[in-house]
């Protein structure tokens, strides 16, 4: 779900996961402010869930509990000499790997691409 206003740009992305009569969730909320192109804005993200993709394991997802994570990230890309767009990315994020044990990862990103 999204909505501009403006230069601003809102989305609500929900994602619902069915499996052995248990629902797992997790929600993204996005804002973004345009500036002159649509390659050019600032941008901050949040999200939090609990929708663990253990199916690449061999694991009985009936005795798991529902694990946590909460993140935030920071973005901001920018159209330079006509073709090329420079996006630098800052992240948090905080996941439950057992119960009651978090793991925080930090990152940082930069990305220079051509636009066509």
């Not at 901050?44 to 663990?52: E, H, I, M, V």
């Not at 997802?61 to 935030?72: C, F, M, T």
């Amino acid at each position: 779900v999204g909505k501009y206003y403006r230069s601003y740009w809102f989305s609500l992305r929900p994602q619902l996961r069915f499996k052995q009569g248990d629902v797992s969730y997790s929600f993204r909320l996005s804002a973004r402010r345009y500036f002159s192109d649509p390659d050019s804005y600032i941008g901050l993200d949040g999200s939090f869930g609990t929708a663990p993709d253990f199916d690449h394991q061999n694991i009985d997802y009936s005795y798991l509990k529902r694990l946590k994570s909460y993140g935030v990230r920071a973005t901001y890309s920018q159209k330079f000499a006509k073709i090329w767009v420079a996006t630098t990315k800052l992240s948090l994020s905080r996941d439950e790997v057992i119960k009651g044990v978090y793991r925080t990862q930090t990152s940082i990103d930069l990305t220079v691409s051509r636009a066509f």
